[in-house]
């Protein structure tokens, strides 16, 4: 496996996948380099969403692809916003009008934990019948208003304990090292015995 197709539109992803996987010995292209369209995610798990838009990449470029569904989760809300963190407020997305609507909803609620979940999915083709899935989840608090100017998507809201901080208020590396995603790719480096290249002397 040479080249991989990364099944995302999302701009902040692509950022945090393309430093994730920077140290890997393969080349990971954007779905959009091959005018691949957003696939449906009409499903109610990560772990189908990431699947449906894998094997849609997949299809479309012939290649190995990876995808990834995440979203947050928060106790107090039943684990919503959950798949839909992304149009939590609705189309058009917007992430101002998601964390809006979060802290909306947890106006008058004390207990506030809350954790990212990513989800990856890798095919090898199209039809895949053991595509590999790895799963990753970073765990804090929603804050009362929000904190640093960094990441994307609800990462000014997310508070680490053991930081002392926001997700937003967290260098990239930093943030990449504990993040929902960085865990997720690991382990799903781990299962396929894949390691980064070494670093020259």
Known sequence: MTKLVLASGNPGKLREFGALLA???????PQSAFSVSEAEEPHLTFVEN????ARHA???TGLPALADDSGLCVKALGGAPGVISARYAGEPRSDARN???LLADLADV???RAHFTCVLVLVRHADDPQPQIAEGEWHGVILRA???????????????PECGCSAAELAPDAKNRRSHRGQALMHLANQLAIRPKASPP
């Open 50 to 53: 990431a699947l449906a838009k």
């Open 58 to 60: 997949s299809r479309l």
């Open 146 to 160: 929000p904190q640093g100017a960094d990441g994307f998507g609800y990462d000014p809201l997310f508070f680490v």
């Open 110 to 112: 004390i207990d506030r």
């Open 99 to 101: 964390n809006e609507k």
């Open 23 to 29: 140290t890997f010995d393969f080349e990971v292209l």
